[in-house]
């Protein structure tokens, strides 16, 4: 890996805090508390954190679905709002989020078909990303008739189809069964690897941030700050077999703590 | 093939079954019990009716359906344009939805004279009061459904920079389709009650028309023969209308055959 090169980040914060309104209980909560982050290109962030602590505000000040309160969002230099217009931002959401008159061949594609890409064309990447999920013979199925699982795959396609410089997933696996997210983290892991983009990724699951990542950032309840940012240096290509390296137990070890530190504090 | 058939015959059986058996029923009772055939003809006199001028009634007919259809169009077009600028102005929706909604209770037989007057003696009249039925449903439907999205696709929609239009047309407006549906069907009925009830007022044709002439005449079956025509245009039409509805919207969980 090239971690030691110690490149330029890809995804740069400085200083960014948000704060909200609530009207009716004449309050301000502070929802982020200067929150500095470089994440470096190629490697797979994980953001964890308890419920509430801001952890996917700060996934949609980076996608420009917010703006912060105060400090700097760059994305390769960029701010997020020309990062997003250039699309080189893609999004997994916690719900699939697909169009049910589309069918999944058309909802993989559709970012393609927004940004003005020719039928022919678009329907043959999305294919190609399709089978690189595991999609393969569902093309032409209607999303309702899809597992929850499958859903989830046609959503990371469709975050894949603009060839993004950085995805950003929140919590994309949280609805699913245990079974189905083990198979759906060794399936990220496997894509994460073909393709060698850049991943931030929020999760509750402090296994399987460490499972993928190759950084985890604990941080605290609200208002959220980073409390630790902790280096997995585990091998890759990973497999399911990376649990039984004593570095796993170790590392989700620490990382537990930490999150009790953050309860208690 | 022959399961299709099965089919159809599983799902139009139970109701011609029963047809032929009220139809019976009906016929047997006005003999059985002599019934005048003005009070309830027995059907054999409205068919009677029917194909003693056939060429007469379906013109009447035809002339009711026109209206119905062309006001149909009108009222719905111009509901889903209003029901679109609600939907994207919130201060015009807060500003006339209320006084939409009051002309809305409006019955149809108080504002069909005035409508009448304004528009003249013509068919045109029957279309402008149809119209006016069909208005309503498809604007209060229409704002639905492009207000009920989901969050979460619109966040979709944003981080794939999709421009306006983009956003109404591949998104807002095939998510109210199954909304619009529901609408226009309510305007199958409304158009048809509206062109009859025009026709009340002032018509020199149509099955409203033919309708207030026999009843001046107590020529009753063929007052029921105009009454059962107006119900098979109302069938008709809905069949045509959910005949598109399934192949517009086949992914919509309400067309799913599994039911």
Redesign the interface.
Known sequence: MSVEVAPVPLVELSGVSVTYDVPRQKSVVEALQSVDLAIAKGTFTSLIGPSGCGKSTLLRIV???IAPTTGRVSIEGQTPASA??A?Q???V?Q?P?L????SVLDNVA??L???GMARAQRESEARQLIDLVGLSGFEAV?P?QLSGGMKQRASIA?ALS?SPHVMLMDEPFGALDQITRDRMNLELVRVFEQTGITVLFVTHSIREAVFLSDNVIVMSPRPGRIVRNIEVDLPRPRNLLVRDNPTFDELVGIGARELEQGYDA | MAQRFGTLARMAGPPIVAAVVMVGLWEGVCHLFSIAPYIVPAPTRIWAAFVSKPGSLLFNGGVTFLEAISGFVIGSVLGALLGTAFAYSRLLARGLLPYIIAANTIPVVAIAPIIILWFGHGMQSKVAVTAFLSFFPLALNMMKGLQSYDRVVMDVFHVSAASEWQRFFKMRLPNALPYVFVGLKLNVTFSVIGAIVAEFVQADKGLGFVIMTTYRTLNMPRLWAAMLLSAVIGILFFALIAWIEKRTIPWHSSMREDR
């Open positions: 996608a420009d679905l997003r217009r699309r931002i893609g999004f959401f719900e989020a169009l049910e008159w589309r559709l970012p078909e927004l940004q209607w309702s469709r603009t």
